[in-house]
Nanobody
Framework: QVQLVESGGGLVQAGGSLRLSCVASGDTSCISAMGWYRQAPGTERELVAA???????YYADSVKGRFTISRDNAKNTLYLQMNSLKPEDTAVYYC??????WGLGTQVTVSS
């Protein structure tokens, strides 16, 4: 079983930056693709960015040019660098691998 633990969230002013991390542990041999999702109050969870086992990245239109997803396979860690943050980026951010359950999430709050 894979376990995912997110960290790096917090309160930041609009225009600021945060770097999220997600550490995978357990049976990580099943992991290929990984992604970051977010869920704001009253909305459905949405895919923000994903990265394949080969390093190909996908971004939602709302974050293109501002967010960068990356991974360090040696450390079993997924990252999300978030720049030029906007109040509408406020949400709980979750990490997900293509096997195993969701992490508990990390709160990101962007003030205007």
């Amino acid at each position: 079983q894979v376990q995912l633990v997110e960290s790096g969230g917090g309160l930041v002013q609009a225009g600021g930056s945060l770097r999220l991390s997600c550490v995978a542990s357990g049976d990580t041999s099943c992991i290929s693709a990984m992604g970051w999702y977010r869920q704001a109050p009253g909305t459905e969870r949405e895919l923000v960015a994903a990265i394949s086992g080969g390093g190909n990245a996908y971004y939602a239109d709302s974050v293109k040019g501002r967010f960068t997803i990356s991974r360090d396979n040696a450390k079993n860690t997924l990252y999300l660098q978030m720049n030029s943050l906007k109040p509408e980026d406020t949400a709980v951010y979750y990490c997900k691998a293509d096997c195993g359950p969701w992490g508990l999430g990390t709160q990101v709050t962007v003030s205007s």
